[in-house]
């Protein structure tokens, strides 16, 4: 009869055991899960308003200043864009900026992410300034396909590198008519 009881206290012991690292587990595993999409929100929304920030520093000429908010200062300080004045003639006076995202790439240890995007201007308009002829219109805005870079640091996420990918990359076909892309009347 001894024997008996310690086989119920031990299979007892293992069932309680194992449901315990079972639940252990699961609770681990939504950790990670919570951490991951926390991680991958942070960046989506980091990547969408920083690269139209940037956008409207490069076409209206704000302060490069604002945009350490969502890039590193080594960025700033090396992104030729920002600073070659392709739109200096002009004082853009409306534009619609799309960012699309092709994929997205981090776990929730890391302390860099990466991410590609496609960059179009939907629409741009602008006014000359003095010295440029009335007739002229900026520069049209090329889309450009990007790999970008981002660090954690300081446990905030920071764009750190963009890499071009493709220039005018091919526009994937709609099932639908897309209104936006039919010449105006």
């Known amino acids: 009869m001894a024997r008996n009881q310690y086989s119920v206290a031990r299979k007892s012991i293992w069932y309680v055991l194992r449901t315990l690292l079972v639940i252990v587990a699961l609770v681990v595993a939504a950790l990670y899960v919570f951490i991951g999409a926390m991680h991958v929100s942070n960046i989506y929304i980091l990547v969408s308003e920083g690269m139209e ?30 600073y070659d004045g392709a739109y200096s ?6 534009f619609i900026y799309k960012l699309d995202v092709s994929s997205l790439m981090v776990l929730p240890w890391d302390t860099s992410a990466s991410m590609k995007v496609t960059e179009r201007m939907l629409s741009l308009s602008g006014t000359p300034n003095d010295g440029t002829p ?13 790999s970008v870079k981002l660090k954690r640091i300081d446990e905030r996420w920071y764009i750190s ?19 936006s892309l039919l010449p105006a009347s």
Do not use: H
Not at 134 to 146: I, L, N, S, V
């Open 53 to 82: 920030k940037r956008a409207a520093c490069i076409l209206e000429g704000g302060s490069v200043n604002e945009l350490t908010e969502y890039f590193t200062e080594d960025f700033v300080a090396k992104d030729a864009a920002l």
């Open 89 to 94: 003639g002009f004082t853009i006076t409306n």
């Open 134 to 146: 009335e007739d002229e219109k900026p520069p049209a805005w090329t889309p450009m396909r990007y």
């Open 161 to 179: 590198d963009i890499i071009l990918l493709e220039e005018n990359p091919a526009q994937a076909v709609k099932p639908t008519p897309d209104m």
